[in-house]
């Protein structure tokens, strides 16, 4: 027994996406102990209402960010040639300084305006800051993709250790001196000016071949090539976004500020964690699994296998907050914060499930089955808002909450089963 397991010990230590995994995770899990040891002081610091105005600005920053290279980003892992995908970068990044351009004048134009439709962020100034985190925010999703394909996946352990290091060292030092949301905004715009430079590095250093490279012949013929993104995964990405950050909105005029800031922290303490941790997974995932579908080798096993990882890392932790959340938060985060762990406890089961899906979000891009998971989105979406409005109509958020975990857990055991049908055939069409 011992031998077999010592075999087995080795042949994982040996593994490439063994190691390629554990190189992402581990800077998410030095990341996330940055941010962990941190957050019991910021809540101190701040109030669930200063959250409640980070969640505004993060959700209107996530919904245009989404949308602001087309999705042409997550091609650059697939093409054969990395000039096609050096092309890709290239179209990504020109969509994502268009659309980032038009932002500011817009913002410029009708500024107040816009506030108010995105919640009336307090410090309407916050809004000018907009255009440029979209832009970081898009030239990160390129540059992270890149990296993958590259396999440098170090530098995406840096920049993610980079960003919260620089997240909450700029909230507290803002924090202790400036009242409000101030901090926490500006935490989350520098984080990602650093998780730009990191991941820019290994793109400078060889800017020459790059760009001896690109041309706009292979740039239209891998826009063309990879219509389906922008045609359909940027709606699906634009309504996923809306899954996530637009549904704040509703929250704030059904159940007001202070309900939303309680919500967003503990959202944010169940998802971030393990969805950095499963999406390192799924972005290893992606890159082996598209080289074994291409030499037409099945991935089910090794998808199944990430399944029952994923499920047995995540279950003691997801149990442990079902059971003593509110009392967990109130001790680590103060007394303020006991209601985030009501909602916490309430939401946990759904985010269990979420957290193991997240790890194979990447096979319907694989196969170019991208309409479904847009149906799901919709019917998720959906489910969200008649959700709150049922919390509304009963006058209590904690009965929309309920229904929320529930209906959402339901749809994504469904997920779960589309994607089992999925990779148990091997013989999809692709791409063209």
């Known amino acids: 027994m011992r031998r077999k397991l010592e075999t087995l010990k080795s042949s994982y230590l040996r593994s490439e996406f063994f190691r390629n995994a554990l190189t992402l995770i581990s800077g998410t899990s030095i990341a996330q102990f940055v941010a962990i040891l941190m957050t019991p002081i910021l809540t101190r610091i701040y109030t669930t209402e200063d959250f409640g105005e980070l969640s505004l600005f993060m959700s209107i920053t996530g919904i ?19 000039e096609d995908a050096v092309n890709l970068m290239a179209l990504s990044f020109l969509i994502s300084s268009g659309w980032a351009v038009l932002s500011l004048f817009a913002i410029f134009l009708f500024g107040d305006l816009i506030s108010d439709f995105f919640g009336g962020i ?20 390129v540059l992270n993709f890149w990296s993958l394909r590259m396999k440098t996946f170090k530098n995406n352990a840096y920049s993610r250790i980079g960003n919260a290091a620089i997240n909450n060292g700029l909230s507290l030092g803002f924090g202790v ?83 939303l800031g309680s919500y967003s922290f503990a959202y944010r303490l169940l998802s971030v964690p393990g969805s950095l941790i499963s999406t390192a997974i799924s972005q290893v995932l992606m890159e082996k699994a598209t080289k074994s579908v291409n030499n037409g080798e099945t991935i089910k096993p090794i998808v199944m296998k990430i399944y029952k990882v994923v499920f047995f890392l995540g279950a003691p932790v997801f149990l442990i907050l079902f059971l003593f959340g509110p009392d967990i938060f109130a001790f680590i985060f103060s007394e303020k914060f006991r209601e985030a762990g009501v909602i916490a406890q309430i939401l946990t089961p759904w985010m269990f499930l979420n957290f193991i899906a997240n790890s194979a979000s990447g096979i319907p ?29 009963f006058n209590s958020y904690h009965i929309g909450f309920m229904v929320m975990s529930i209906s959402c857990s339901v749809l994504k055991l469904v997920t779960f089963i589309w994607i089992y049908s999925l990779i148990s055939n091997p013989k999809l069409n692709r791409y063209d």
Request: glycine share 6%; hydrophobic share 50%.
């Open 365 to 393: 891009i694989i196969y170019n089955r991208l309409g479904i998971p847009f149906l799901f989105t919709c019917i998720d979406i959906l489910l969200k808002v008649l959700s709150l409005y049922i919390g509304w109509y």
């Open 64 to 82: 245009l960010s989404v949308v602001s290279t087309m999705r042409y980003e997550m091609a650059v892992i697939l093409p054969e040639k990395d």
């Open 177 to 259: 001196f400036v009242k409000g949301s101030f901090g926490l905004i500006i935490g989350f715009f520098f984080a990602q000016v650093t998780s730009l430079f990191i991941l820019s590095r290994t793109v400078l250093k060889n800017r020459i071949k790059f760009l001896n490279q690109i041309t706009w012949d292979r740039i239209k013929k891998n826009a063309y090539r990879y219509r389906n993104f922008p045609k359909i995964n940027a709606s699906h990405a634009l309504v996923g976004s809306f899954q996530e950050n637009g549904i704040i909105f509703f929250m704030k005029s059904f159940f007001g500020t202070s309900v």
């Open 122 to 141: 307090e410090k309407r100034g916050y809004i000018y800051l907009v255009p440029f985190t979209v832009l970081m925010l898009g030239m990160i999703q």
